[in-house]
């Protein structure tokens, strides 16, 4: 099983959304806050070219955020990547 890394703030919306579904598949995730460590963000930045959370990687991909998890998981990818 790949490890799930998920950059997040605790106060996002589509964060909530994107771990209820990791929940639902049965999956745990590495999560960094990055209010919490503002250091990780332009780390982020620089992994996924990105600035709004959640940033989602599965294995070494970037899978993105919340609404492209949401894609890859209504297209079925989803499973296959877990």
Not at 24 to 50: H, L, V
Request: hydrophobic share 35%.
């Amino acid at each position: 099983m790949p490890a799930i890394e998920m950059y997040v703030k605790l106060s996002c919306p589509y964060c909530v959304m994107a771990k209820r579904l990791l929940t639902t598949k049965g999956q745990e995730w590495n999560e960094i806050d990055i209010e919490a460590q503002p250091q990780r963000r332009s780390e982020m930045i620089e992994r996924s070219g990105r600035t709004t959370v959640p940033q989602i990687f599965i294995g070494d991909r970037h899978v993105g955020g919340c609404d492209d998890l949401f894609a890859l998981d209504e297209s079925g990818e989803l499973d296959g990547l877990l």
